[in-house]
Each structure stands twice: as C-alpha cells, then as structure tokens.
C-alpha cells in the first residue's frame, strides 16, 4: 500500500541549511507535497511539485525529486528561527479526489 | 486572503455523544475533505466530497461518519456516537477545481472523548 516516511527530528543553527527528506512507495504518485505545521496552527501548503520534474525552487525553498529512488528533500536556505516548525512530507496520484497521503512530520528545530 | 476556517477549536463530549464539527471552505473552492492526526500519529484522509455527494472514503470513515454541506458555505463532519479513539485532531481542506492539486487546510478542531 502507499507509505510515506520522514525522519522524526532535526536540528540545525540558525543562517544554516535544513534538509529535510521523504521517502515513499507509491510509484504512481503523481504530485509531491511539503505542508509546514506551526504550533496550534493547520497545515500550511509550502511547495508541491510534478513527479516529471526534478526540481523546484521558490525563495529559500529548493524541493528536489528522485523519481527512480523515490525521494523527496526539502532543503531550507538560511535557516531562521520562524522556520521551527513540523514539515510534513504528502504524495498523491492523479484523478478526481486527489487525497493525500501524508508522512510522520518532521519536527524541525532551529538553535539561535 | 482566504483561508479555511473550522469550528470550534476544540470540542470535548462524552463517549456514546453526536458531534458534528464545522467548516467553512474557501468561497470558490469545489473539492472539500476531512483528515485526522491522531495524537502522535500521521494525518490519515478520511473523505473527499464534490457535487455533493463523497467521492472517496478511507477504512476509517464507516457508517459512525457522515459529512454534508448543507448550505452553500458549510461543510460538516458527523460522528454519531463517538468513541475514545474518536479524540483526534480534525482537519478541513478544500481545493479550487479538478486542475489545481493545491488543497488548503483549516486550522483544525481538536477532539476530545472522554
């Protein structure tokens, strides 16, 4: 069945580089997603990107894709204290429902 | 900018009780959905909804659940008669059309079973 994984915890500096990685099973997957969970808060939609590509940049964000591996990485630039948080991993195929199946989060923790 | 809103945030009853939680989509959205995280847990999907009627439903989503819009803004969640694992937090998320996949979540309401 589908499976999405994500490492548990991450620690970085503060002005580092964060990246965060997703693996998953589904080699259907047609849409790769990455949500940010602040504490209290919903799910806030970061980036996606198509399975037929093998990058995407927006800002800080740089989201890359090994289709033959299946994995996904986030990596933040120039990490900032806003940036703690959980990020979670989620793919989903095509077609009418476009449901998505999510990973475990990783907590993300940034040290001033 | 428009955003999913949810209510309440957060609602306790007792086992055995109806609770139906509230979400309004964003206005021009037609795809709405319901996710749960139970505490510690991964986000699980538990039904989408378009046209009015469920489109898909996961194992999770038997016949204790049931979601309607009943007016042009609301979109609601039922669960019968709850259960202890029934405490989860409860996610809204709603998407413009079938050509974008970009789903906006609520806040969510935290639910509680005693």
């Known amino acids: 069945g589908e499976d999405v994984e994500q490492s548990l915890f991450l620690s970085v500096r503060e002005g580092d580089s964060s990246v965060i990685n997703c693996t998953y099973t589904?080699?259907?997957?047609?849409?790769l997603y990455w949500y940010k969970q602040e504490p209290g808060a919903g799910l806030q939609l970061l980036t996606y990107?198509?399975?037929?590509?093998d990058m995407k940049q927006d800002q800080r964000l740089t989201v890359l894709l090994n289709k033959k591996d299946k994995h996904l990485s986030l990596r933040i630039a120039d990490t900032q204290t806003g940036d703690s948080a959980i990020y979670f991993c989620?793919?989903?195929?095509?077609?009418?429902?476009?449901?998505?199946?999510f990973g475990t989060g990783t907590l993300l923790a940034v040290q001033p | 900018e428009p955003e999913v809103t949810q209510t309440p945030s957060h609602q306790v009853t007792q086992m055995g009780q109806e609770v139906i939680l509230r979400c309004v989509p964003i206005?021009?959205?037609?795809?709405f959905y319901w996710y749960r995280q139970i505490l510690g847990q991964k986000v699980e999907f538990l039904v989408s909804?378009?046209?009015?009627?469920?489109?898909?439903k996961s194992e999770i989503f038997d016949d204790q659940f049931s979601v309607e819009r009943p007016d042009g803004s609301n979109f609601t969640l039922k669960i019968r008669s709850t259960k202890l694992e029934d405490s989860a937090m409860y996610f809204c998320?709603?998407?413009?059309?079938?050509?974008?996949?970009?789903?906006?979540f609520g806040p969510g309401t935290r639910l509680t079973v005693t």
């Open positions: 998320a709603s998407r413009t059309d079938r050509s974008s996949y970009e789903q906006y």
């Open positions: 589904d080699s259907s997957s047609t849409y």
């Open positions: 990107i198509f399975s037929n590509m």
């Open positions: 989620a793919e989903s195929t095509d077609g009418a429902t476009n449901k998505l199946i």
């Open positions: 206005s021009n959205h037609l795809y």
């Open positions: 909804f378009y046209n009015n009627e469920i489109s898909e």
